[in-house]
């Protein structure tokens, strides 16, 4: 699973790349033969004029399926990974789970 992590208008720190590649083996570590690469936009949407304007964008391209597109905007960037990641995890999960329902009932249906 190649993991790219990508930051916009702030310095990208080591505790905030690990934590975020941390947080994305964590929930797709299930998956991981079906993932090809995880891209991840982190970004600053105010600057230093604060608010919840902490981006986290997730895209994930799976083998033979659609991508997996996600985002979060929180005050606190941690936050935003945590819960973008989480997300990405459970829509991953899904989407491959479908998958193999659908070919499961559709090999039923033709033999």
Aim: proline share 2%; with cysteine.
């Amino acid at each position: 699973m190649q993991i790219d992590i990508q930051a916009r208008n702030f310095y990208l720190t080591e505790a905030i790349r690990d934590h975020t590649k941390r947080r994305l083996h964590f929930t797709l570590s299930c998956c991981k033969d079906r993932i090809q690469r995880v891209v991840v936009k982190l970004s600053d949407i105010n600057g230093p004029r604060g608010g919840a304007d902490k981006r986290c964008q997730v895209h994930v391209t799976l083998a033979a399926l659609p991508d997996v597109l996600v985002e979060d905007i929180e005050a606190d960037l941690y936050v935003a990974i945590d819960r973008a990641t989480d997300r990405t995890g459970r829509t991953v999960i899904r989407r491959i789970s479908r998958q193999h329902t659908l070919l499961r009932h559709g090999n039923k249906n033709t033999g």
